[in-house]
């Protein structure tokens, strides 16, 4: 797969549309199936670098702010899962938070990556983000009792605070 065959033409003018719950930017209309083969055919024949380099060459042209925020979650996870770069993740991920601070996706991917490297006060931080955007987003309770929960175990198990910990479990329970 070489760059001209995943050309940033390709990418260039994809249609916008985001989805208000999660806030999932996604491409609509003919551009999207060729994304999805482009990686597809990135996952076949592990080709990611040269497929990041082509997401990114896309993002330096002018997009519409659904279709960058789009890339970047792309960009985020290959550098996050296929390429072993999760600095270059996580800036792709703070873009989207940038442009769009209730992106479910961005904020979860974030927690993740800090938590790998042991970064427990930013994922509590990022955690109670994401929290507060599902209830924005989604008014989902059950997905909202999921992350509190989660934020509770980081207090308790990660913080060492028991007492943040309670006050997020008695939370919890109100929710539930």
Known sequence: MSGQV???AALVGVEGGGEHEGHVARPAGRRRPLLDE???LAVLSGTFAELAQTYESALAGALPPADRIYLHLKLGHLYGRELARPQAAVTH???VVTVD???????RRLGELNGREGRWREVAR???QELEAVWRTTRDVARAAAVKRELARICEERLGDRAAALVHYRELLELT
């Open 38 to 40: 482009l990686f597809r």
């Open 93 to 95: 991920y703070q873009r």
């Open 126 to 128: 990022l955690k109670q």
């Open 6 to 8: 995943i050309g940033r």
């Open 101 to 107: 601070p209730d992106n479910l996706e961005a904020l």
